[in-house]
């Protein structure tokens, strides 16, 4: 049998099965990993996602035949067994295992590997295929753990509180928004939330996640907002609706962060490095649990991964896919095309500090 999936102008397609993997253009049937608008489009005849992650389609996408599928449970399509399996990167979330004639291949959408309260924790799953995203794909990415970020964020904001200034988080609206708020401490002050991740909030708590209580910048007092943190999307920074909030201190949540240049280009006075993405340690080993003996790398950094992945006795190849990054497109300069580029020109020069005297990188 030749490759199960493949890639064509509508997206990755599984032969065999006769369906499409979060396809970039409408389709008949496609298999949806997570909600992220570069991953879940409007548009296609019959959705099938996990259960955990339907009600956040249909929040994102409006009226759409959408079936959900519980973690493990499978279905046969065309002779192609599915079943989804969690991928740890926001609320329903999936890897997609496809078996067809003894064949096993496993397409991971994003991931990551540390846990987190607001999603199931990534599965590792095995197969001969595996199909893994890249997002963070060089060795100079290695996150702290979750918890030193989040009491470093904490720490900040009863700092800004006892001085009498609003603190300010900007944040992708959909999944770190809530992965904050579910670690935030609330007895530092009241939580707002701007009115786009508001209503990703109540999405969350009706799948059953505990968050804190948060309220819209409309409903408290003035005062109040001295001792308050903010969550709020990077589409806001700069616009009128900051500007309520008087002497405030913003700060910025994402892997992007640990770039220096990121960093000063963002104008914040605090970056947290945080990401829904696996770092390199964490694409790594989620790599060597599939066991898989063929890696295809997806949106990120490909050529590094690759050519690592090659050297180390495995046969990697890269998909040319239409997949952009939820965290690149919020935590750089609205410059479209020309920010990313300098995102991964500034990595791959930092990079540089990292790599031994062979130029390879020092894993």
Known sequence: ???????????????????????????????????HGDHARYGHGHYLAAAPGVGVLKSRLGDIQVQG??????VTHNGVRISLHPAGHVLGSSQIRMECGGEVWVASGDYKVEPDKTCAPFEPVRCDTFITESTFGLPIYRWDPEQQVIDEMNAWWRRNADEGRCSVVFAYSFGKAQRILSRLDPSIGPIVCHGAVEPLNRVYRAGGVALPETRMVSEIDKALLRRAIVIAPPSSSGSPWMKRFGDYSDSFASGWMLLRGARRRRGVDRGFVLSDHADWPGLMSAIQATGA?????????????????????????????????????????????AASKDAAKEAAAEQAVEEGPSGEPDA
Request: proline share 7%; with cysteine.
């Open 1 to 35: 049998m030749g490759d199960m999936v493949v890639v064509r102008k509508e997206g990755l397609y599984c032969v065999p099965g006769g369906f499409y993997i979060d396809p970039w253009r409408p389709v008949d049937r496609a298999v949806i990993t997570h909600a």
């Open 69 to 74: 599928l519980e973690y493990g449970e499978t």
């Open 293 to 337: 003996e063929q890696v295809i790398v997806t949106h990120g950094s490909i050529p590094t991964m690759v050519r690592w992945l090659c050297q180390n006795g495995l046969d990697a190849k890269g998909f040319d896919t239409e997949y952009g990054d939820e965290e690149e497109d919020e935590a750089l300069p609205p410059a479209g095309a």
